[in-house]
């Protein structure tokens, strides 16, 4: 466990609960210190952060919707305070709700966009100007674009918005030995994706993968701490889909 003064400085955001929580867990375990970004869940983004300091990791949590610019520029700047400037950004967070593009309110349209798209933007847009030079981001796409199922119009063009800024953004950053890609999990055991669904529907989502289960948290983990990692230098600009070969 580094925890030295000059461990290298992981941003999580979305990282109060699920996908973002484990990821958050894996990287202090690697030696990161590690920021808990949450926009509401304050109790559960503590907890998390008492559990990590406990094993000997730096770790803080801050207040941030990722969808406001400024409050995104306050998480870089109490992120640099508190631990120091940034080596790696993972844009966890996000919104998933299915509806049929037709029966789609404004409200869920500008909802969805502004977290998964706009708030991917903003984080991006504040590393590039506070990063480290040979850092490393990690973007959150996700299967369904791959997969064009019903329901999942809106959804999925935010995460198909997020892989083109993947792959402009890794050649922007050019000279700076910072790599940019996106992991783009299939369907995870967490609450995102089973609250609203019958366990009918999860047993069929389950069978689906040749590999004929869900995904778990650590399993997305494990494929970000590759990718933020030493043995993962050489990739760059990528779309990782982690799904247990559903597409």
Do not use: C, H
Request: glycine share 8%; net charge neutral.
């Amino acid at each position: 466990m580094n925890t030295s003064q000059n461990a290298r400085v992981a941003i999580v955001t979305g990282a109060s609960r699920g996908i973002g929580a484990a990821i958050a867990q894996r990287l202090a375990k690697e030696g990161f210190a590690v920021v808990v970004n949450y926009a509401s869940s304050a109790a559960e983004a503590d907890r998390l952060v008492a559990e990590l300091q406990e094993t000997g990791a730096k770790a803080i949590a801050v207040k941030a919707d990722i969808s406001k610019g400024d409050e995104v520029r306050r998480l870089f700047e109490t992120t640099e305070q508190q631990l120091g400037k940034v080596d790696v950004l993972v844009n966890n967070a996000g919104v998933l709700k299915t509806m049929p593009l037709a029966d789609t309110s404004d409200a869920l349209y500008d909802q969805t966009f502004d977290i998964n798209v706009r708030g991917t933007f903003n984080t991006l847009r504040e590393a590039a100007a506070r990063m480290n030079d040979g850092g490393r981001i990690v973007n959150f796409s996700s299967t369904t674009v791959a997969m064009n199922m019903p329901g999942y119009a809106i959804y999925s063009a935010t995460k198909a918005a997020v892989e083109v800024f993947t792959k402009v953004f890794a050649k922007e950053l050019r000279g700076r030995n910072i790599t940019v890609n996106a992991v783009a999990p299939g369907p995870i055991a967490t609450s995102l994706f089973l609250d609203g669904k019958t366990e009918e529907q999860i047993q069929t989502f389950a069978r689906m993968p040749p590999l004929q289960r869900l995904g778990e948290p650590e399993d997305i983990a494990a494929v970000v701490a590759f990718l933020v990692g030493p043995d993962a230098g050489w990739v760059d600009g990528q779309v990782l889909r982690a799904n247990g070969g559903l597409a």
